[in-house]
């Protein structure tokens, strides 16, 4: 039985650039959460999606977007890549209350 | 003022001993607390999640919730080097919303 998985694992982007990471929830789940943990610091919510709505928007900036797909994967697109922007980017798939999370993506900005 | 606090730690045990570890809020709104274990360069697992005030075990970690001092631990008895890890508290305000982290507390536990 599949957890979640997302890809790619490791990205190296340059400042100004666009990026864009992918999750596939757990089977059976409809919902997906994304958060961005930068290094020290517990992950910080970004989006929330369930049945492809968006359902939840941490305060980040406009330069973050997601979306979810029929098939309930995600998307978080991040443009305009700052080097702030440096962190594990991780992807929680719902089932009510618990959130199961994938290994992240950790993504370096330089 | 930061929503949820934890100290980051580290806290250094020998194998065997009881792990207290502690988070404080201040947000009243909160209602589901939630415990997760996070291995070095892996996504955060997990471990048990209380709803409202109260007391829940699991194995060795028992997690408390004292709503009135919003204040919330987690216990782990006969502590092994494989709990080596940081601990992050979560809470959410409803059972379908974000989750709020705190920092994390950095676990050592030597053999």
């Known amino acids: 039985d599949a957890g979640v998985t997302q890809s790619p694992t490791h990205l190296i982007k340059t400042r100004g650039q666009q990026v864009t990471l992918r999750c596939s929830p757990i089977?059976?789940?409809?919902?997906v959460s994304w958060y961005q943990q930068v290094l020290g610091q517990g992950p910080q919510f970004i989006f929330q999606?369930?049945?492809?709505?968006?359902?939840g928007r941490g305060n980040f900036p406009d330069r973050f977007s997601a979306r979810q797909f029929p098939n309930y994967s995600s998307e978080l697109n991040v443009n305009a890549l700052l080097l702030g922007d440096s962190a594990l980017y991780l992807c929680?798939?719902?089932?009510?209350?618990?959130?199961?999370f994938g290994q992240g993506t950790r993504l370096t900005v330089v | 003022q930061k929503e949820v606090e934890q100290d980051p730690g580290p806290l250094s045990v020998p194998e065997g001993a009881i792990v207290s570890l502690n988070c404080t809020y201040s947000?009243?709104?909160?209602?589901?607390f939630m415990w997760y274990r996070q291995y070095s360069r892996k996504g955060p697992e997990l471990l048990m999640y209380?709803?409202?005030?109260g007391n829940k075990e699991d194995g060795r970690f028992t997690a408390q919730v004292d709503k009135s001092s919003k204040y919330i631990s987690l216990f782990i008895r006969d502590s092994q080097p494989s709990d080596s890890a940081t601990y992050l508290c979560?809470?959410?305000?409803?059972?379908?919303?974000?989750?709020?982290f705190g920092t994390g507390t950095r676990l050592l536990v030597s053999p």
């Open positions: 929680a798939s719902l089932q009510g209350i618990e959130a199961f």
């Open positions: 979560a809470m959410s305000a409803t059972g379908f919303q974000k989750l709020v």
């Open positions: 999606y369930y049945e492809k709505e968006e359902r």
């Open positions: 209380t709803y409202s005030s």
């Open positions: 947000n009243s709104a909160f209602q589901y």
């Open positions: 089977s059976g789940h409809k919902s």
